[in-house]
C-alpha cells in the first residue's frame, strides 16, 4: 500500500502563488510516475502535471505552462507543485497520485493511489 498526503493549499488572490506538497509513504519503491490533478465543482478531474522518476521526464496541461512547475525528491518520496500566477479559473481540488507504470500518466484511471486533496481558492 503507498499513502499520499497533500498540502499546502489556500486561498490567494490572483497573480499569487502557492507551493504544494505530496509526501509518499509505503511502499513506494516501485513507483514510476507521480502526477497533480484537479477536479473543479461541478467539473471532471482533470490532469496538471507529472514527473516519470525512471526517466526525469516532466508533463504538464497547457494551460498550466509557464506558470505551474513540478519537482520532487525521488529518494524521498515528496514531490511538489510551484504554481505561480495563478487565476480564478485554477480554483479547485488539487489531488496527488501515484503510479507504478509509465505510460498514460494524464489519465486519472491509470493512477493506482490518490491522496485526499487540498482546496486551492483564487479570488478575483
Known amino acids: 500500500q503507498v499513502q499520499l498526503v497533500e498540502s499546502g493549499g489556500g486561498l490567494v488572490q490572483a497573480g499569487g502563488s502557492l507551493r504544494l506538497t505530496c509526501a509518499a509513504s509505503g511502499h513506494t519503491f516501485s513507483m514510476n510516475t507521480m502526477g497533480w490533478f484537479r477536479q473543479a465543482p461541478g467539473k471532471e478531474r482533470e490532469f496538471v502535471a507529472a514527473?516519470?522518476?525512471?526517466?526525469?521526464?516532466?508533463y504538464y496541461t497547457d494551460s498550466v505552462k509557464g506558470r505551474f512547475t513540478i519537482s520532487g525528491d525521488n529518494a524521498k518520496r515528496t514531490m511538489y507543485l510551484q504554481v505561480n500566477s495563478l487565476k480564478p479559473e485554477d480554483t479547485a481540488v488539487y489531488y496527488c497520485?501515484?503510479?507504478?507504470?509509465?505510460?498514460?500518466?494524464?489519465?486519472?484511471?491509470?493512477?493506482?493511489?490518490w491522496g485526499q486533496g487540498t482546496q486551492v481558492t483564487v479570488s478575483s
Open positions: 514527473v516519470n522518476w525512471s526517466y526525469g521526464n516532466t
Open positions: 497520485a501515484a503510479k507504478y507504470g509509465s505510460s498514460l500518466y494524464g489519465k486519472p484511471e491509470s493512477y493506482e493511489y
